[in-house]
């Protein structure tokens, strides 16, 4: 096994210098008509085989404009990253790929926290997740083909997720905190672009800026309605995990009947998008991401428990189950504890389950709640600069 964590790195830092960017608007003087909004998720091993505490779901893509349609299965869902991303081997629709005003061909690059990298070309495509749809989104087709050699600062020496045995699902779904995968530090003409998109032709690709409305969009806060986060709702596992976990991905944050906040308590996002999570003395930036395989805190020096020998090396591995706990704090103040268990990750895989609320391991500093957190829990994510019942987003709230 290995640690497939999604959060993004740089991408995710440039996007929050949008949060809290703009507004949903006035509410609608007559309701729109009641939709179906809950999407199903499942947890199991991917479509690769190997895949531990992934998070997948099927999405619906389409020509714009047109009913000429494609459902793609095995997607990973990541509340880590924002935009949809498309293993190019996957999409049989004909897709024009998105230029520039000069005519060259734009694509993105996402570098993941795991040394791999997702590089593709950009395009549009209707997206429709349960009964929403979210017209014309850019979208990225990762591994296309036409695109010259990957540059060097978008690779950096890792390896490409350019396969469903590489990236271990068909694409991933960002629908995270922001709207854009990058937001204004990528739409600033005036300075030089960070390495997320590029202009590519015959002698190369370079850096490029991209309006935010080019840019890789969240879906969600497209949709016409429950357009201002999700609630996903997965059941317990066992202490030995579960071969396969159903849930719901519910849009919308206080919109329906079955998406409303109730008593869960609100954490408000700094505009990184990240909380304060506090452990034994030690204060980091936390964030909850459905991305990462583990719950994974410190660095590998201060990491409090014994990691796993070889090339399992990423996760823990204790004699005996551990019992942590840690607090996390919102913007706005809010602080709560979580407990949470640690079990040796060598006898979890042992069981060939793909579900597990205790698999954990260090990370590069910063406390990451990936989806062993989300686990017999209800969990919101609300989108930045849109309205719910609890303010404007973006914030977490369970």
């Given at each position: 096994?290995?640690?497939?964590?999604?959060?993004?790195?740089?991408?995710?830092?440039?996007?929050?210098?949008?949060?809290?960017?703009?507004?949903?608007?006035?509410?609608?003087?007559?309701?729109?008509?009641?939709?179906?909004?809950?999407?199903?998720?499942?947890?199991?091993?991917?479509?690769?085989?190997?895949?531990?505490?992934?998070?997948?779901?099927?999405?619906?893509?389409?020509?714009?404009?047109?009913?000429?349609?494609?459902?793609?299965?095995?997607?990973?869902?990541?509340?880590?990253?924002?935009?949809?991303?498309?293993?190019?081997?996957?999409?049989t629709l004909p897709l024009a790929p998105s230029t520039d005003g000069a005519g060259r061909l734009l694509a993105n690059c996402a570098s993941f926290a795991d040394n791999s990298?997702?590089?593709?070309?950009?395009?549009?495509a209707s997206v429709r997740l349960a009964g929403e749809q979210a017209a014309s989104v850019p979208i990225q087709l990762v591994g296309a083909s036409g695109l010259p050699e990957t540059p060097a600062d978008c690779s950096a020496g890792g390896t490409a997720d350019d396969t469903v045995e590489s990236l271990g699902a068909t694409g991933i779904l960002g629908i995270g905190v922001f709207r854009q995968d990058c937001g204004p530090a990528c739409a600033d003409a005036s300075r030089v672009p960070p390495p997320v998109y590029y202009a590519c032709d015959g002698s190369g690709c370079a850096r490029t800026s991209v309006p935010v409305s080019g840019q890789l969009q969240n879906p969600v806060w497209l949709f016409a309605q429950d357009n201002n986060g999700f609630l996903l709702s997965l059941p317990s596992v066992p202490a030995l995990g579960s071969r396969t976990v159903s849930g719901s991905l519910i849009f919308g944050v206080g919109t329906e009947a079955n998406n409303a906040l109730g008593s869960a308590r609100v954490y408000v996002t700094d505009d990184f998008g990240n909380i304060s999570t506090a452990l034994n003395g030690a204060t980091m930036s936390?964030?909850?991401?459905?991305?990462?395989?583990?719950?994974?805190?410190?660095?590998?020096?201060?990491?409090?428990?014994?990691?796993?020998?070889?090339?399992?090396s990423d996760f823990a591995c204790p004699p005996a189950t551990a019992s942590l706990s840690a607090t996390n704090t919102g913007r706005s103040g809010a602080s709560g504890a979580v407990a949470f268990t640690v079990a040796n990750a060598d006898s979890l895989f042992d069981t060939g389950n793909a579900a597990f609320d205790d698999l954990a391991g260090p990370d590069t500093g910063d406390?990451?709640?990936?989806?062993?957190?989300?686990?017999?829990?209800?969990?919101?994510?609300?989108?930045?600069?849109?309205?719910?019942?609890?303010?404007?987003?973006?914030?977490?709230?369970?």
């Open positions: 096994m290995i640690d497939r964590a999604r959060r993004l790195v740089a991408v995710a830092a440039a996007a929050a210098l949008g949060a809290c960017g703009g507004g949903g608007g006035s509410p609608a003087a007559v309701s729109p008509p009641v939709v179906n909004n809950v999407q199903p998720v499942q947890v199991d091993l991917g479509p690769a085989g190997d895949y531990v505490n992934g998070l997948f779901t099927s999405v619906t893509l389409c020509v714009p404009g047109t009913s000429t349609c494609q459902t793609i299965g095995g997607v990973l869902v990541d509340s880590g990253s924002e935009g949809l991303r498309l293993l190019s081997s996957q999409v990298y997702a590089w593709g070309t950009m395009t549009a936390g964030y909850l991401d459905t991305g990462s395989n583990t719950i994974s805190f410190l660095d590998a020096a201060s990491f409090p428990l014994p990691t796993c020998p070889g090339p399992e406390f990451d709640w990936g989806l062993p957190f989300f686990f017999g829990r209800k969990t919101f994510t609300a989108i930045e600069g849109q309205p719910t019942p609890a303010g404007i987003g973006p914030y977490w709230a369970y």
